[in-house]
């Protein structure tokens, strides 16, 4: 990673969330020594060579996690992306990944379209911006969410022939699915994204409708397990959501049209559920002006209007929750407004541990990411004032985040 490393960091006079304890810490120390914790303590930390940073009673925390994003998604009409040469749609990506690490957001779980290449200058430094783990293009069956095709193509191209999609690939049948799944796992995937229901930005489907069959899901999941990682399901009806969780999905998108049975069948099966309220806003106010198609709006205030009752529902019944955005285009910048949107039903301690700890767990990487602790990769930032008494201090586009660590390189500093 580039950035200002030091060979070790003592974080001193700050307040402590740690990713699970839901208050501040006070009194505490942080060491950071070759891109890890070294140590925190209670007490003074003696370490000669360090590199001390006084934060003058500062609000230290794990670095955020995103879990649901979209770095190619360039334009809020998805149909336009597959005009867009993949070139100009990396330039868009850099921007929005930077912007986000500016936000706060260490890791970036991006589940439709970015790939090898893009977390490559993440972590190379051709881009400044988060760690990168991507889900590959997502499956879609033909006419499904993931399909953005003009009608016209049809008759044209079959779907793996058809002229390549931005955030998507259509794959039929059990030997479709099991080859495109193997095709993105090879290339690098974190774990593999299917749509499960209809979807707003996709033209033609409704939301109802039930998108692959048990058999093909049922592979999807077998395929992942092969490889040790899980399905990633975009799923908003109870219906859907039952179907993909009873075959081994791991992780349900959305989510808006649950009810009280199918959320508990989830906290029964160890599901997460990864909400993404802030793009229905977003898409609300700005969607029409960047070019959100007419059939997307109307689609868009069926699951708009029960968004906040799902974060209801899902808590009640114990489902563990991720945090993510969905966000597309120029909306990007509203990424942070997810904390303040989710605070109206959650505690700002139960969505500071869902877009941290709880996102580490999903993303099989608990312990290692979305926490301070002895041994955690040092992804940290510090915060102007108390993000448990006021979550909106991480709104914004970071102006209340003076400083951002990413694996032990200080990436951003306005401390000094």
């Known amino acids: 990673m580039r950035g200002a490393a030091m060979p070790s960091t003592l974080f001193r006079n700050l307040r402590l969330f740690d990713g699970t304890t839901p208050h501040l810490i006070e009194g505490a120390e ?15 930390i003696r370490h000669d060579g360090a590199h001390v940073v006084d934060l003058g009673g500062r609000t230290l925390m794990p670095g955020l996690i995103d879990a649901h ?29 930077e912007a986000s690490l500016s936000r706060g957001f260490t890791t970036i779980r991006d589940v439709g379209g970015a790939d090898f290449g893009l977390a490559v200058a993440c972590e190379s430094g051709l881009i400044d911006g988060p760690r990168l783990l991507y889900c590959g293009r997502a499956l879609s069956p033909t006419g499904g969410h993931g399909d953005s095709r003009p009608n016209a193509w049809l008759e044209q191209f079959c779907g793996c022939c058809a002229p390549a999609l931005s955030i998507g690939v259509i794959a039929d049948g059990v030997d479709e699915v099991r080859r495109a799944i193997r095709a993105e796992l090879k290339r690098g995937a974190h774990a593999i994204k299917i ?66 049975p199918t959320a508990r069948l989830m906290a029964e099966r160890g599901a997460f559920a990864v909400p993404t309220l802030v793009t229905y806003d977003a898409l609300d106010k700005d969607g029409p002006a ?6 997307s709006q109307e689609k868009l205030k069926v699951v ?5 009752r799902s974060l209801e529902i899902l808590k009640a019944a114990g489902v563990r929750m991720g945090f993510g955005t969905d966000l597309l285009a120029e909306m990007h910048r509203r990424q942070s407004d997810e904390f303040v949107i989710r605070r109206e039903v959650l505690t700002a301690a139960e969505i500071l541990a869902q877009a941290t700890s709880g ?33 909106g201090v991480l709104t914004g586009q970071g102006e209340r985040i003076p400083l951002v660590m990413l694996a032990g390189a200080i990436r951003r500093n306005r401390l000094h």
């Open 30 to 44: 942080v060491l950071v020594e070759g891109g890890a914790i070294a140590e925190v303590s209670d007490r003074p």
């Open 69 to 97: 994003y979209h770095a190619y998604a360039a334009d809020a009409n998805i149909g336009r992306l597959d005009l867009m040469p993949r070139s100009l749609m990396a330039l868009h990506a850099r921007r929005f990944l």
């Open 195 to 260: 749509m499960a229901s209809g979807g707003v930005a996709s033209p033609s489907d409704p939301i109802w409708t039930l998108q692959y069959s048990d058999e093909e899901i049922a592979t999807a999941v077998w395929e992942t397990r092969a490889w040790r990682t899980y399905v990633v399901a975009h799923a908003y009806t109870p219906e859907a959501i039952t179907r993909a969780v009873s075959l081994g999905v791991r992780s349900i998108e959305h989510a808006n049209l649950i009810d009280e």
């Open 290 to 295: 960047l070019g959100l198609p007419k059939e």
């Open 304 to 308: 708009r209007a029960a968004g906040l």
């Open 359 to 391: 996102n580490a767990a999903l993303l099989n990487r608990a312990g290692e990411l979305g926490t301070v602790a002895r041994g955690a990769v040092a992804d940290l930032i510090v915060v102007d004032g108390d993000p448990l008494r006021d979550i």
